[in-house]
């Protein structure tokens, strides 16, 4: 597989990370540079690892991971758009750093990079079953959804400020409808 094809791969694996990148932009009240980062490095390492992971379990388990991953990122993604929905709907006296702290901790950030990045897993199979580089490949999914992930915060923080007080729901809701678009497309193939 030529470095070409596995460009348009990452692209392909990190919309989800950039969907949901921009949903916790609109969610949060204000913007740091540091967020952007912050999302890209979580969401990037795992792009990057996953693969690897993938690679190395071969073709024995494909099978199995291709039935539930979808299932997977379905709960997750739902779980973690219900909790910013239910944090939404709470008095609005509370400090906005409860949200803030609540979307970057690492249970969150780990749980949204993870259920982004289950169909990694499987791209990392296929590179062992094609005889693709395996670090060069995995190193340009990380790198273009550390890139989408960063810009993906700031641009759901830009397009947050038109929704201002329902912006955390709309997010939640985003995540739902990302988690159920998978399931979707995962049932209908």
């Keep these: 597989?030529?470095?070409?094809?596995?460009?348009?791969?990452?692209?392909?694996?990190?919309?989800?990370?950039?969907?949901?990148?921009?949903?916790?932009?609109?969610?949060?009240?204000e913007y740091k540079i540091k967020y952007s980062l912050i999302f890209g490095f979580y969401f990037g390492f795992f792009q990057f690892f996953m693969p690897v992971i993938g690679y190395y379990i071969g073709q024995t388990f494909t099978m199995l991971i291709q039935q539930w991953s979808p299932w997977l990122a379905f709960?997750?993604?739902?779980?973690?758009?219900?909790?910013?929905?239910?944090e939404s709907l709470r008095e609005e006296d509370q400090a906005s750093n409860d949200t803030v702290d609540g979307i970057f901790s690492v249970k969150n950030m780990s749980a949204l990079a993870a259920a982004t990045s289950?169909?990694?897993?499987?791209a990392g199979v296929n590179f062992a079953l094609m005889r693709t580089p395996l670090l060069s490949a995995a190193a340009m999914i990380g790198v273009v959804t550390f890139i989408l992930s960063a810009l993906g915060v700031l641009i759901g923080k830009k397009a947050g400020g038109?929704?201002?007080k329902g912006a955390e729901r709309i997010g939640g809701v985003i995540l739902i409808i990302i988690g159920l678009r998978i399931l979707i497309e995962s049932l209908l193939a």
């Design 162 to 164: 038109f929704f201002q």
């Design 75 to 86: 709960v997750l993604l739902s779980l973690i758009g219900v909790k910013m929905i239910m």
């Design 118 to 122: 289950i169909d990694a897993l499987a």
């Design 1 to 29: 597989m030529t470095m070409f094809s596995v460009f348009f791969i990452a692209l392909a694996l990190a919309a989800d990370a950039f969907a949901v990148s921009v949903a916790n932009g609109i969610a949060m009240k």
